[in-house]
């Protein structure tokens, strides 16, 4: 029984193992306070393992939508990528922000399941000699690219900010570190789109490390 959307599922032995033809580029751009990575990639999938719901089976499992055996389809495809920018404002001060897509659908057009949206994080930071602070801003946008089959429904974007920061202590070969920071700083009710029943996420949130090196 899978909780996730529901469905019992039965095993099929007899399956054609998935192939996989797959292509990628990735360049790179590089200056003494730049460094700049773009990555794309596309993959198709031949033979590939999905679910299909079969009616006249009956459930095992008291409350399921139904049951769902595990079958090959002709083929699905995933494209996507993945930016990246690093930049040394001076030599305290860096930036770094990352962009991630991914796009999967199957051979009749239906969207894969468990695929994220558009994400972007992007941290400041600040450093100078045994200090550290940092802050982190984690975005997503709305995906409504979704398997209602699978049991997925559309989910809200949203914007996160944290602020983390480390002091480090050097003496005798050892160290001691004292890391504090502060997660989800406004306090933003939110989830993911991988996040199973659209629990959400922890609220504001302090934490504290204490770590001796030796």
């Known amino acids: 029984f899978n909780r996730y959307d529901g469905y019992d599922y039965i095993g099929q032995p007899d399956l054609v193992p998935e192939k996989n033809w797959s292509t990628d580029l990735t360049l790179n751009y590089f200056t003494n306070r730049v460094q700049v990575t773009a990555t794309g990639f596309y993959n198709y999938l031949s033979d590939y393992i999905f679910s299909s719901i079969h009616p006249e089976l009956s459930v095992m499992t008291p409350?399921?939508?139904g049951v769902k055996i595990y079958e090959n389809i002709p083929s699905a495809t995933m494209v996507g990528g993945e930016v990246s920018v690093l930049t040394n404002f001076s030599k305290n001060f860096q930036f770094i922000t990352a962009a991630k897509y991914t796009h999967g659908r199957d051979?009749?057009?239906t969207p894969l399941p468990l695929i994220p949206p558009l994400t972007i994080n992007?941290?400041?930071?600040y450093s100078v000699k045994h200090f550290n602070v940092q802050f982190e801003n984690e975005s997503a946008s709305l995906q409504k690219n979704i398997n209602a089959a699978f049991g997925?429904?559309?989910?809200?974007?949203?914007?996160?900010?944290?602020?983390?920061?480390g002091?480090?202590?050097?003496?005798?070969?050892?160290q001691l570190l004292v890391n504090a920071g502060?997660?989800?700083?406004?306090?933003k009710k939110y989830h993911t789109?991988?996040?199973?029943?659209?629990?959400?996420?922890?609220?504001r949130n302090i934490n504290v490390t204490i770590e001796f090196v030796f």
């Open 193 to 203: 789109h991988l996040d199973w029943g659209n629990l959400p996420r922890p609220g």
């Open 152 to 165: 997925e429904d559309k989910t809200a974007g949203y914007s996160i900010f944290n602020l983390r920061s």
């Open 182 to 187: 502060i997660e989800n700083l406004l306090d």
């Open 107 to 109: 051979f009749e057009g």
């Open 167 to 174: 002091y480090k202590i050097n003496w005798n070969k050892k």
């Open 63 to 65: 409350g399921a939508h």
């Open 122 to 125: 992007t941290t400041l930071r």
